[in-house]
């Protein structure tokens, strides 16, 4: 079945620093990815939906220049959360779906568990 | 608005049998999915209905009313390693899927 790769699993570092998370479609072309973010004990939240080759969309709240993502390849996108604050640990999640496959199931990553100190 | 409702938590035994409950009001229909979630991880891809009825799948089945907005995952002989999150999410008109909460299953010997 098809296979994502989110690296890396675990980050934790001081307030301030840039974080960047990679997502990699291992045996498919992902034209769309996923960001999420999850809270402990809450649901999923979309951040932002990446196209292969064009500007993420951000969902409302979501702050585009704090959550820099990157869709350059048909096999990568990454996260990369700048200058992070003890608020932004969570656990961040990837998923990435085929063209033409919009009615089929994403598939997620591992996620990436974030801490801010 | 587009929303959809699950219960929070539920609590069953093992070796028996439980039904979780999702319904859902989307802008458009294209299908609905159910993902399983252990606690610190990934959500794992469970079913997908998109016609009325039930899907069965080894021990875990699903069931879809479209006219109804209603769907359950129904799963039998429980065992321990259930225990987790069960995600209901439709997909609306642009291909966007809607999430649920999460049901957190609690499985008891």
């Known amino acids: 079945g098809a296979v994502v790769s989110q690296h890396p699993s675990r980050v934790i570092c001081k307030s301030g620093t840039s974080v960047k998370i990679e997502c990699r479609s291992l045996d498919f072309q992902a034209t769309t990815m996923f960001w999420y973010r999850q809270f402990p004990k809450q649901s999923l939240m979309l951040m932002a939906t990446s196209n292969e080759g064009s500007k993420a969309t951000y969902e409302q709240g979501v702050e585009k220049d704090k959550f820099l993502i990157n869709h350059a390849s048909l096999t990568l996108s990454t996260l990369t959360v700048t200058s992070a604050h003890p608020e932004d640990s969570s656990f961040y999640i990837c998923?990435?779906?085929?063209?033409?496959?919009?009615?089929?199931?994403?598939?997620f990553g591992d996620g990436t568990r974030l801490s801010i100190l | 608005g587009q929303n959809i409702d699950q219960p929070t938590e539920m609590t069953a035994t093992e070796g028996a049998i439980v039904q979780i409950n999702c319904t859902y009001q989307?802008?458009?229909?294209?299908?609905l999915f159910w993902y399983q979630q252990h606690a610190g991880e990934a959500p794992t891809f469970l079913s997908y209905?998109?016609l009325d009825g039930l899907e069965e799948k080894g021990r875990f089945s699903s069931f879809l009313s479209r006219s109804k907005g209603y769907s359950y995952l129904l799963l039998k002989e429980l065992q321990m390693k259930d225990s987790a999150s069960y995600l209901c999410a439709a997909l609306d008109s642009n291909y966007q899927l809607i999430w649920g909460a999460g049901t957190k299953l609690i499985i008891k010997p």
């Open positions: 989307t802008s458009g229909f294209n299908g």
């Open positions: 998923s990435a779906r085929g063209a033409g496959r919009e009615n089929q199931p994403q598939h």
């Open positions: 209905n998109v």
